[in-house]
């Protein structure tokens, strides 16, 4: 199991302690792996974007506009968090559905 996030976000760490035996990958220092940003924007759609950040709030309309894995790859902090990659099973976020799926 790993989680995709970031090393300063309560909502991943909140993860990581529930989740200690799964790997950490922070976005920010270590990117996504090839492939993985396409296969969760296929599995989530738009939702995979953070539209509550303040990166997001940040951006231009323009910006706002674009294609979202190249605002993903542009701006880490954009991507919804965590992403959790257990095999062939994904999880977007820590909400009480993938808390009760994981834990």
Same mark, same amino acid.
């Given at each position: ?6 090393? =300063?976000?309560?909502?991943?760490? !909140?993860?990581? !302690? ?5 790997? @950490? ?11 993985? %940003? ?5 599995? @989530?759609?738009?939702?995979? $974007? ?18 979202? $894995?190249? $605002?993903?790859? &542009?701006?880490? &902090?954009?991507?919804?968090? %965590? ?13 009480? =559905? ?6």
């Amino acid at each position: 199991m790993i989680i995709y996030g970031l090393k =300063t976000c309560d909502t991943c760490r !909140k993860a990581r !302690k529930a989740l200690p035996e799964a790997d @950490f990958v922070d976005i920010r220092e270590a990117g996504l792996p090839e492939g993985l %940003p396409e296969r969760a924007q296929k599995r @989530f759609g738009d939702k995979i $974007l953070n539209t509550r950040s303040t990166t997001w709030r940040g951006l231009s309309e323009d910006e706002r506009a674009g294609d979202p $894995l190249t $605002l993903i790859a &542009a701006h880490p &902090a954009l991507m919804k968090r %965590p992403l959790i990659v257990d095999g062939d099973e994904m999880h977007l976020g820590w909400d009480k =559905t993938v808390q009760a799926a994981l834990t």
